[in-house]
Structures are given as structure tokens and as C-alpha cells.
T-cell receptor, first 116, second 110 residues
Framework: GAVVSQHPSRVICKSGTSVKIECRSL??????MFWYRQFPKQSLMLMAT?????????EQGVEKDKFLINHASLTLSTLTVTSAHPEDSSFYIC????????????FGPGTRLTVL | GQQLNQSPQSMFIQEGEDVSMNCTSS?????WLWYKQDPGEGPVLLIA?????ELTSNGRLTAQFGITRKDSFLNISASIPSDVGIYFC??????????FGAGTILRVKS
């Protein structure tokens, strides 16, 4: 099946710093990538949807200036958490979809962010 | 907004037993998906359902897309220790975003 990777797998940072997380589709071109956040013992919550070459669409309540998303190529999307605070500590998961509509979303392994 | 009610919240069963979990919603979905997530990992797709009434199997897993398009169930037969994990249902309308259920934690006694 299709493979999606994320880097880094874990990151610990100080409050106030920015952190960049990469999501790559390794063996297919992803026209759409999604970013999710998962708090402990909770479900995945969609943060934003990004299409290659265009601005991301953010879900209600997600600050676009805080969570910067760039989808510059068909195989790479990045999420930058700016001025991170402890409450941003979470498990961030991306997914990638080749085509549109009901094409399968393949999930990355996730990135554990801890903000001290 | 759209919400999925997934039950049970958790299960603790004997190895070899069959398992059943389900998701319901007040909204109609065009696609139902079942994922498994191991600790510290991303979700892995188990079964995708695209038509109302569809019954699909994947090894020991069987899932059905409810005829009303508002529900789905997942059955696991003859559970084994590696079935441990969190199972999520997800619904999708058209080409839009996935809506996830809260998850079912499965623990298996060996």
C-alpha cells in the first residue's frame, strides 16, 4: 500500500519556539494532504486540509497564523507550530490522498510534540 | 456538525472470542471506514465501505455499511493478542473530510 512518512517522530521544544513537522508521500503523488491533532485518549481531530499549490483550509477554531501549513509539492506538506506553548503538546498526524473524492487517505506514523 | 457515536468505548475479551463494535450517526455518510491505531502510531485502514448495505471482509474482519447510511459495524472473529489497539470508525460525505468516532479500545486476555 501507499506509504506516508513524517519527520520528526518526536520533538521536545521550549515554550515560545517554533517547530516544523514534515509529511511526505513516498510512493505516490498526493494532491491533498490533511493534518490532524490527537490528544491523549481522544480521537483524531482534523486541523486543516491542504491542496498542492494552494492555501490550506482550516477547521473552525484552528488558528491559521499559529499552525502554518505549506504544501509546496505533490509529495511534501509541512506544518509549523509557531510560538508553541505547553497546550500545543499533542500527537500530530498527517494523511495524504492521491486523487479526489473517495480516494483512500493514507496516514503517517505521527509526530509527538512536547512543549516544555 | 457531524458526529459519530462509537461503542463500546472499551472491551476486554478472551483470546479466541469474537468482537463486535459499531458506529452510529444522525447524519448520512457516503463512505464508512474502519481504522486500527497502535500506541504511538498513525491509523491503518482496515476496511472501506462505499455502498449502503455493503458487507466486506478482510481476513478475520468483517464490516457492514448500514442500509440507512447512518451506521456501520465491525466484527473481529477469533481474536488474537495482536488485535489489541484502538479501533476507529470514520465517515465521509462526498470528497470531503473524514469524521472520526471516539474509538474503541480493545484489550485481549491471552
Amino acid at each position: 500500500g501507499a506509504v506516508v512518512s513524517q519527520h520528526p517522530s518526536r520533538v521536545i521544544c521550549k515554550s515560545g519556539t517554533s517547530v516544523k513537522i514534515e509529511c511526505r508521500s513516498l510512493d505516490f503523488q498526493a494532491t491533498t494532504m490533511f493534518w490532524y491533532r490527537q490528544f491523549p485518549k481522544q480521537s483524531l481531530m482534523l486541523m486543516a486540509t491542504s491542496n498542492e499549490g494552494s492555501k490550506a483550509t482550516y477547521e473552525q477554531g484552528v488558528e491559521k497564523d499559529k499552525f502554518l501549513i505549506n504544501h509546496a509539492s505533490l509529495t511534501l506538506s509541512t506544518l509549523t507550530v509557531t510560538s508553541a506553548h505547553p497546550e500545543d503538546s499533542s500527537f500530530y498526524i498527517c494523511s495524504a490522498r492521491a486523487g479526489g473524492g473517495t480516494d483512500t487517505q493514507y496516514f503517517g506514523p505521527g509526530t509527538r510534540l512536547t512543549v516544555l | 456538525g457531524q458526529q459519530l457515536n462509537q461503542s463500546p468505548q472499551s472491551m476486554f475479551i478472551q483470546e479466541g472470542e469474537d468482537v463486535s463494535m459499531n458506529c452510529t450517526s444522525s447524519s448520512i455518510f457516503n463512505t464508512w471506514l474502519w481504522y486500527k491505531q497502535d500506541p504511538g502510531e498513525g491509523p491503518v485502514l482496515l476496511i472501506a465501505l462505499y455502498k449502503a448495505g455493503e458487507l466486506t471482509s478482510n481476513g478475520r474482519l468483517t464490516a457492514q455499511f448500514g442500509i440507512t447510511r447512518k451506521d456501520s459495524f465491525l466484527n473481529i472473529s477469533a481474536s488474537i493478542p495482536s488485535d489489541v489497539g484502538i479501533y476507529f470508525c470514520a465517515g465521509q460525505v462526498g470528497g470531503n473530510k473524514l469524521v472520526f468516532g471516539a474509538g474503541t479500545i480493545l484489550r485481549v486476555k491471552s
